[in-house]
């Protein structure tokens, strides 16, 4: 370990952290000694932000482990349980990385390695009276107890089988229990009388097993919430859920030279919390861990979600699990709804309903065949006079392809924009009842995304909506909100007027270089006169740091933007992905040869947002190369969610990417 008077001997302004020169590690790690301990927690803060940041270890990191380490025994014993956890922080990995080529000379396996050198003064605080700190002691061992040489892992182990056997914690005894099978010894059996012992076993067991998990490690991990107390939840002075805080266990003052050691041995059980959420078995927390390993498994997570919302949906904890499953998992929608349908019971407020609700509806498109059962009850909801729960139960029913949506949007004031933007795309035939509704309401100048929501809406509904409403997009373009998709519409709608034509050139003019973009576009689509809009795109690919934003916008203009070539060509070696993609397309557009685009896009394709638009655009100008066939394999295949939602895809964009893969494939 080493004293502050020892941080001048560090050279820390030729180290690294996150945000730079780490020169200001010392004054962070002197403002642990000082008396004034909300000075000294926002020192631990901003070292939690620095050396280690979102998970990544710097070169300053490792020679700051013995002057922590000197700190969580000597500054404050109040701090000694966040300054333990940190440093099992900046230590985790997994075994198998230490047998990675890259993890000699690593920012972590110098950090593993500190803490390896002073682990034999940091044991004793396993036997500290404050049950926090020894379940962070815990953790400090397990994070290095790989790389723990034989001796000291003896010593350990030792410690950690009487803490196994005595503490008085369960949660203690759990965190001993991993500690000592991950230094070799028998975890636990999963019948052990103690809950948090057999949940630690089960996590520890599915952790060294993988998926798919036995069903008995699956119970176990089932019992940790089904029979969970609601108030535990939400604890009086938590109002807004979180785990409410403990007093410690003992008295402050001890006459010990270190403060470790039992005063008068362990505390009375009777005494101690029924619910000790420190973070198990890392250091995230228990239900993010939980919910970690069980995503792993989408069987074993939705048995267990299931389970979770049909005994209450404590805290949401089941219904919240299954959307989880449905973020990261395709092709197990129908489970997750119904879960979710199942949850809906057990809200305890219409604004835990309505969310619920909103997330059958951000699912229920991707249901194959979305029963009766679950339609009626999101009728009910729809019909109902509870207006926040009423609102995403009518998008959900119009994603159910419920045609009772159709009456419920054509009668009632108000609808949702983006309800009626769906029923466009799920109900394209209903535009007699809607398209009336839809005009109402962009008349009456909704804000934001909702105009550009209802101008799709029309376009949805077919071309005769658009034109029938070339008025109210002429209305949107000096509104701003809306101006783009009116614009882009406008042009679409082909309807010549004088009034359309001012209106854009009007527009052409716009602060909004997007807006001016657009206008620009729809112009020559109504006029066939190139100019203005090459003018308008001239300045705009000529200005720094705007050419990548607009160079996707010349689409429209094909052959009739070659002019603007030597502004695009450049942007096809651009250091910016985005930009190379969004120029390969536009060479092609502009010379009507991919010939120079293929090669760039065929680099982007990737199962991310930029690189799905690469593939569109590969697949819209030339036959796919073999050399992305096991690309759009495993995009038509994977088990799992490869691209997130975005909140302008009515379609989820990984469905679509699903759907152009395999296309692409059967060609």
Not at 32 to 44: K, M, V
């Amino acid at each position: 370990m080493r004293s502050p008077d020892e941080l001048g001997r560090v050279p820390w302004h030729e180290l690294g952290h996150a945000f730079g020169s780490a020169d200001d590690v010392p004054r962070q790690i002197r403002a642990l000694y000082l008396g004034d301990e909300e000075a000294a927690r926002e020192a631990i803060y901003e070292l939690h932000g620095t050396i280690h940041h979102q998970g990544s270890i710097y070169p300053a990191s490792a020679p700051a482990v013995p002057f922590l380490a000197h700190a969580a025994l000597y500054a404050r014993d109040s701090l000694r349980a966040e300054l333990l956890t940190l440093l099992a922080t900046l230590a985790d990995h997994l075994p198998e990385d230490t047998a990675s080529p890259h993890w000699p000379g690593s920012s972590v396996a110098g950090v593993c390695a500190e803490l390896a050198r002073v682990m034999p003064d940091l044991l004793p605080c396993v036997r500290d009276p404050d049950r926090a700190v020894r379940r962070a002691a815990l953790r400090v061992v397990a994070a290095v107890a790989d790389l723990l040489p034989a001796e000291l892992k003896a010593i350990a182990a030792a410690e950690a089988d009487v803490l196994y056997a005595e503490d008085p914690v369960p949660a203690v005894r759990a965190d001993a229990m991993v500690v000592r099978a991950m230094l070799g010894g028998e975890p636990a059996r999963l019948d052990d009388p103690v809950p948090e012992v057999r949940l630690a076993a089960a996590v520890f067991a599915a952790e060294r097993s993988g998926p798919p998990y036995a069903p008995e490690v699956v119970d176990v991990l089932t019992e940790s919430r089904a029979a969970a107390d609601p108030e535990d939840d939400y604890p009086e002075d938590s109002p807004d859920g979180a785990t409410g805080d403990y007093p410690d266990d003992f008295e402050d003052g001890s006459t010990d030279d270190f403060p470790g050691g039992f005063r008068d041995g362990f505390p009375d059980e009777d005494d101690l919390p029924v619910d000790d959420d420190f973070p198990w078995p890392g250091t995230e927390g228990r239900d993010a861990d939980l919910t970690r390993l069980l995503l792993e498994d989408p069987a074993a997570a939705l048995s267990v979600a299931a389970r979770w919302a049909a005994d209450g949906d404590v805290g949401n904890r089941g219904s919240w699990l299954a959307e989880e499953v449905a973020n990261d998992w395709r092709d197990r929608e129908a489970a997750v709804i119904d879960v979710l349908l199942s949850a809906l019971p057990h809200q305890r407020s219409d604004g835990e309903r309505a969310n619920r609700v909103d997330a059958i509806g951000r699912w229920v498109a991707l249901h194959p065949s979305p029963g009766q059962e679950l339609r009626d009850t999101l009728f009910g909801y729809a019909r109902g006079d509870e207006r926040l729960t009423a609102r995403p139960a009518l998008l959900a029913l119009v994603r159910a392809r419920d045609p009772r949506a159709i009456d419920l949007l054509a009668d009632r004031p108000g609808p949702s924009p983006t309800t009626l933007r769906a029923a466009s795309v799920y109900f394209p035939g209903a535009g007699d009842r809607l398209i009336a509704v839809v005009r109402r309401e962009l008349a009456a100048d909704p804000d934001g995304g909702d105009a550009t929501n209802l101008i799709e809406a029309l376009a949805g509904f077919g071309t005769a909506a658009l034109r029938a409403a070339v008025p109210d997009l002429i209305a949107r373009l000096p509104h701003g909100y809306g101006a783009i998709a009116a614009a882009r519409h406008l042009g679409l709608a082909g309807v010549r007027s004088r009034e359309a034509e001012s209106a854009l050139l009007a527009s052409m003019r716009h602060r909004e270089t997007k807006i001016r973009a657009a206008a620009a576009v729809a112009h020559y689509q109504l006029t066939g006169d190139p100019g203005p809009a090459l003018e308008v795109f001239r300045t705009l690919l000529s200005s720094p740091g705007f050419a990548p934003l607009h160079v996707t916008d010349l689409e429209a203009l094909g052959r009739a933007a070659a002019p603007l070539l030597p502004l695009v060509e450049p942007l096809l070696t651009d250091s910016y992905e985005p930009a190379r993609v969004g120029a390969a397309q536009a060479v092609a557009w502009l010379t009507g040869s991919p010939a120079r685009s293929v090669p760039v896009l065929t680099a982007s394709v990737a199962a991310n947002p930029v690189g799905f638009s690469a593939l569109k655009a590969l697949a819209a100008i030339a036959p796919v190369p073999a050399v992305l066939h096991p690309a759009l394999h495993d995009f038509a295949t994977s088990p799992r969610r490869l691209i997130g939602p975005t909140p302008t895809d009515e379609i989820h964009p990984d469905e679509q990417l699903r759907t152009l893969a395999r296309r692409l494939l059967a060609r």
